[in-house]
């Protein structure tokens, strides 16, 4: 079995609490596209995740769930383009996943690592 880092077990949570998130949403909009565009609007992020949490956190940000809310917002814009943070749901989404990401203990470690990880580095 492969070994994967705990970055890449996050954003496979993410992917499939995005799809969960965007079948709810289908079956609420008849019609309606269920991603907002969001894959067309890609062009890469200008930051990375643990930059981005690394300068919240050296702006005097210490609450955990601010830095895993930022580190979850710049996974997304990797992966959908920055030009998505200016969609109108996009901090709700964020919000969401978040939420769930932290209703569930073993997904929050994972995160509190990642945030951990992403502080180590420099």
């Not at 998130?21 to 062009?43: C, F, H, M, N, P």
Request: net charge neutral; with cysteine; hydrophobic share 40%.
């Amino acid at each position: 079995m492969t070994s994967l880092s705990r970055i890449d077990r996050l954003a496979a949570q993410l992917r499939v609490q995005l799809e969960r998130q965007s079948k709810r949403s289908s079956s609420v909009q008849a019609g309606g596209s269920s991603k907002d565009g969001w894959a067309d609007l890609y062009t890469g992020a200008a930051q990375s995740p643990a930059a981005s949490v690394r300068a919240l956190h050296a702006a005097g940000v210490t609450d955990e769930r601010v830095l895993v809310s930022r580190f979850i917002e710049g996974m997304l814009k990797q992966e959908f383009g920055d030009e998505v943070g200016n969609a109108s749901q996009f901090q709700q989404t964020v919000g969401m996943i978040v939420e769930t990401l932290a209703d569930n203990s073993e997904t929050w470690v994972l995160c509190r690592n990642c945030v951990a990880q992403a502080l180590e580095m420099r």
